[in-house]
């Protein structure tokens, strides 16, 4: 290899790696930048020539191969689904994130860049907390909702479902870098305060009851992991606590929590609401995936043969783009091995966990537990911010842990013992004083 060639390869990984910083810094605030961004990672990833040099290391995440054999699958799916072309490419596109990563974890082998990407995005929805606050007060160019005042939906970035998503993973990732030892004083209860902020602004100055699950159940899976013995018992019983306070003190809470309980009774009227959609989806998804459970209707399909199974006025329309469940969407369209590698898929972090450190095995962990909760009620690989969040954040999190693992130091073969002088004979010695 020429000197230039190096120097170039060089380059392109250094640029490559600044913008996937961007990357993480730009998708929960502003996607078109995202885009852009992330095709220039993909260009200069591959001029740098790491991806293939690194393969033998990537390949041992089982991440990667269900990423790829979930896309492998979707393209066999075009072979027999009776999906329009438009439908077919739109699907291939919004899944073809999943190729991302094994580009991604073939360039982020250095920790010091998987910290710049963490922190970047940190960054970022710190700077939607803030403004989530700041929107109380002033109505902000910038904000999706302009209502000021507590107690109000404050939907800074897109919807507040992806918000309150992003927001969810935030406030765990707050809580462990509030754990560090190594952290000074201040930091850690900076970062304290960030998790506080960032739940009460999903409790409290939000409408999405996505959040309210997904929170509870990330909160839940951390400080089990994060605690042992009576702590954990005294965690588990203050967040017990925080819900009680929360259902006084949250009038949001209370009239989304009840609104929803009336929404999933009536849920047989065919009534177009959010929880009584949700219901019909899961139903009607439930019958189509019957009909064919094994292979599926193929890719793309979804939207024509829900229109075909609801006829009920304004339902084609409401419910044709996805059934809120990510589970029974790629079970409807793939099939059986669909679903299979969607839980692989899941389950990849919770394999990662298993040799990692302690607060790599916690946001690994909460990680999974959000992305397998969040996955029961949307569509968290369809939807574009939130497919991004979980491809990006799967990607580093498994990254990470892969990479560590192998930098740690392997313990050291034992060394054979020296031969130690053999003691004297003591019948010799009586003999040779005997002579």
Same mark, same amino acid.
């Given at each position: 290899?020429?000197?230039?060639?190096?120097?170039?390869?060089?380059?392109?990984?250094?640029?490559?790696?600044?913008?996937?910083?961007?990357?993480?810094?730009?998708?929960?605030?502003?996607?078109?930048?995202?885009?852009?961004?992330?095709?220039?990672?993909?260009?200069?990833?591959?001029?740098?020539?790491?991806?293939?040099?690194?393969?033998?290391?990537?390949?041992?995440?089982?991440v990667v191969w269900a990423a790829l054999g979930l896309?492998? &699958?979707?393209?066999?799916?075009?072979?027999?689904?009776? *999906?329009?072309?438009?439908?077919?490419?739109?699907?291939?596109?919004?899944?073809?994130?999943?190729?991302?990563?094994?580009?991604?974890?073939?360039?982020?082998?250095?920790?010091?860049?998987?910290?710049?990407?963490?922190?970047?995005?940190?960054?970022?929805? &710190?700077?939607?907390?803030?403004?989530?606050?700041?929107?109380?007060?002033?109505?902000?160019?910038? !904000? !999706?909702?302009?209502?000021?005042?507590?107690?109000?939906?404050?939907?800074?970035?897109?919807?507040?479902?992806?918000?309150?998503?992003?927001?969810?993973?935030?406030?765990?990732?707050?809580?462990?870098?509030?754990?560090?030892?190594?952290?000074?004083?201040?930091?850690?209860?900076?970062?304290?305060?960030?998790?506080?902020?960032?739940?009460?602004?999903?409790?409290?100055?939000?409408?999405?009851?996505?959040?309210?699950?997904?929170?509870?159940?990330? &909160?839940?899976?951390?400080?089990i992991l994060a605690t042992q013995g009576w702590k954990?018992?005294?965690?588990?019983?203050?967040?017990?606590?925080?819900?009680?306070?929360?259902?006084?003190?949250?009038?949001?809470?209370?009239?989304?929590?009840?609104? *929803?309980?009336?929404?999933?009774?009536?849920?047989?009227?065919?009534?177009?609401?959010?929880?009584?959609?949700?219901?019909?989806?899961?139903?009607?998804?439930?019958?189509?995936?019957?009909?064919?459970?094994?292979?599926?209707?193929?890719?793309?399909?979804?939207?024509?043969?829900?229109?075909?199974?609801?006829?009920?006025?304004?339902?084609?329309?409401?419910?044709?783009?996805?059934?809120?469940?990510?589970? &029974?969407?790629?079970?409807?369209?793939?099939?059986?091995?669909?679903?299979?590698?969607?839980?692989?898929l899941i389950g990849a972090p919770v394999w990662a966990?298993?040799?990692?450190?302690?607060?790599?095995?916690?946001?690994?962990?909460?990680?999974?537990?959000?992305?397998?909760?969040?996955?029961?009620?949307?569509?968290?690989?369809?939807?574009?911010?939130?497919?991004?969040?979980?491809?990006?954040?799967?990607?580093?999190?498994?990254?990470? *842990?892969?990479?560590?693992?192998?930098?740690?130091?392997?313990?050291?073969?034992?060394?054979?013992?020296?031969?130690?002088?053999?003691?004297?004979?003591?019948?010799?010695?009586?003999?040779? !004083?005997?002579?």
């Amino acid at each position: 290899m020429t000197f230039a060639l190096r120097r170039m390869q060089a380059f392109s990984e250094s640029a490559a790696l600044a913008c996937l910083v961007l990357v993480f810094l730009s998708f929960p605030v502003a996607m078109a930048l995202g885009y852009v961004a992330m095709a220039l990672v993909l260009l200069f990833g591959l001029l740098s020539g790491r991806i293939w040099q690194r393969w033998p290391t990537v390949r041992r995440a089982p991440v990667v191969w269900a990423a790829l054999g979930l896309y492998a &699958l979707m393209l066999v799916g075009t072979l027999y689904t009776p *999906a329009s072309h438009d439908d077919i490419v739109l699907h291939l596109s919004k899944y073809s994130k999943l190729l991302w990563v094994p580009v991604g974890i073939a360039l982020l082998s250095d920790q010091a860049w998987r910290r710049r990407c963490m922190n970047a995005f940190a960054l970022a929805m &710190l700077f939607i907390l803030v403004s989530v606050y700041a929107n109380i007060f002033w109505d902000l160019p910038w !904000s !999706s909702t302009h209502n000021q005042g507590w107690g109000q939906n404050h939907t800074v970035i897109g919807d507040y479902i992806t918000q309150n998503v992003m927001m969810t993973f935030f406030v765990v990732l707050a809580m462990d870098r509030g754990l560090r030892a190594s952290a000074a004083v201040w930091q850690r209860g900076a970062w304290w305060l960030a998790a506080a902020l960032g739940a009460l602004s999903i409790t409290h100055l939000s409408s999405g009851r996505t959040g309210y699950l997904l929170l509870l159940m990330a &909160l839940l899976a951390f400080f089990i992991l994060a605690t042992q013995g009576w702590k954990r018992w005294a965690a588990l019983g203050l967040l017990g606590l925080g819900l009680l306070v929360v259902g006084a003190t949250s009038v949001e809470v209370q009239q989304r929590v009840q609104l *929803a309980v009336t929404e999933a009774r009536n849920s047989d009227s065919m009534e177009i609401t959010s929880i009584g959609g949700r219901i019909n989806f899961w139903k009607n998804t439930w019958a189509l995936v019957a009909q064919k459970p094994l292979t599926g209707w193929g890719t793309g399909s979804y939207h024509d043969a829900w229109c075909a199974q609801v006829t009920a006025e304004g339902w084609c329309a409401f419910g044709r783009w996805h059934p809120h469940n990510q589970y &029974l969407f790629l079970w409807m369209e793939n099939g059986l091995p669909g679903l299979l590698l969607f839980l692989a898929l899941i389950g990849a972090p919770v394999w990662a966990a298993r040799h990692a450190q302690p607060h790599q095995r916690r946001l690994l962990l909460s990680f999974a537990v959000i992305f397998a909760v969040n996955s029961l009620i949307n569509a968290s690989l369809w939807s574009s911010r939130e497919s991004h969040f979980f491809v990006l954040l799967l990607i580093l999190l498994c990254a990470d *842990a892969l990479y560590t693992r192998r930098a740690a130091p392997q313990p050291a073969a034992p060394q054979p013992a020296a031969p130690q002088p053999a003691a004297p004979d003591p019948l010799g010695v009586a003999a040779q !004083s005997l002579r």
